[in-house]
Structure formats: C-alpha cells, structure tokens
C-alpha cells in the first residue's frame, strides 16, 4: 500500500476577489522508504504540496491519503495529533530551539509531543547523536553549532518519534556545497537505517541527484508521472 496517495488534487487561495491556483488536480503515490524530491521553481507549488501532505494545509479539491488516513479530514487537534504520531520535518533554517543543547533539541518532541519517559528519552537521544555523528556536540546551543552541525541536530530532531515519513522543505539551502551532500548522505543512511520515508521541496540540483523518484512541478501540474533513478 503507498504510503501516500493524492488524486485530483487541488488547492486554491483567495487574494482580494481573484482565485490564485497554487495546485491543479495533481496525482502521485509514494511508496514506503522511498527518498523522493518534488522539483520546481519558486511558485511551482512544491512547498503547498508538503504542507499538505504534513496537514498543515488543507487541498481545495480532490483526495489525500497519508499512511491510510485521509489527512483533510481531521481537524486542527487531530491533524497535530498524526503529525506527532507519525511525521517528521526538517526546514531549510534548521528551526532548532535557541536555549536549547542539541541535546534536547533532539529531546523536545519525545516530551512535548509524546511524554516518553526520562530513561527512554536519553536511549533514544543518544542513539540519535551517535547516528548523525554529533555525540561530542550534544550540549551545545544552536549558536555554537555549524550550519551543517546545526542541520545534522535537526535531522535527528526529526527522527526522534521514528516517524514514518520525513518531509524536509528546502533543507539544503543555508548549506554549502559539500556540506550539504554530506546531509544528503546521512539522510539516505538514517533511510536505510530506520527505515524512514524522505519527501524533499527543492529546486536543488544536488537533491534532485540524490533522489530516486523525482517529481517535477510547473505551474501547480505534475510534468512528470515520477521519473525513478537508479
């Protein structure tokens, strides 16, 4: 079963009297552990896609189903609810919490959103910094951190709940070159490793070679069905 599927999907937005489509009736699955990127320029409608898919916004018209559920339907408490249970997402400016170490930034969701206990939490935060190679940083703020440093924490962050689907807009752009190939590397190794979905918005040509199934949007409409890579 895909681990989502959209048909028809629409998604509209009103400015003054004028309807802007931000979406026009798109459709795509994505399979479970796949590492996707939806490409397109700025205003192409990759980033509403996501919000989407992570119920943050709701389509206009036509379905989606995330993980068998049809998102669109739940309402506000619910959809945090499904994010907290089964989502991930990483942001191009890291979002990591300022006062906090990497240490609890990692933490934050397994007690904010899931109240897992104090023993589990620091098993899990700690397998999470040995993965993403950050170990010998976790008590340090965000400030003290690298741009690549900051986003390998918020990698993690992101993990924390063993979500089954990571959705990460633009998560390369603060990065350099190289720096941001070896983000790419650790997320198709935390991919294998756990098993995690990656959804990418980009218009990053490094990501676009990283990805397996790329999906390219122009104009709010899929110009493609999701070209694969070997």
Known sequence: MPLVNASALTKTYRAGDVDVPALRGVD?????GAFVAFVGPSGSG??????????LDKPSAGQLKVLDTDIAALDRRAAAKFRGDHLGFI???????????????????LLMVQDWPADKRRARVAELLDAVGMRDQAEKRPDQLSGGQKQRVAVARALATRPKLVLADEPTANLD????????????????EFGTTFVFSTHDPKIMGAAEVTFALED???ANSGSKHA
């Open 28 to 32: 795509f699955t994505i399979e479970p």
């Open 46 to 55: 990759k980033s509403t896609l996501l919000n989407m898919i992570g119920g």
């Open 91 to 109: 942001f191009q400016d890291f979002n990591l919490i300022p006062v906090l170490s990497a240490f609890e930034n990692i933490e934050y969701p």
């Open 177 to 192: 070159h190289d720096t941001a190939y070896r983000i790419l590397d650790l997320m198709k190794k935390m991919r294998d």
């Open 220 to 222: 709010g409409r899929l």
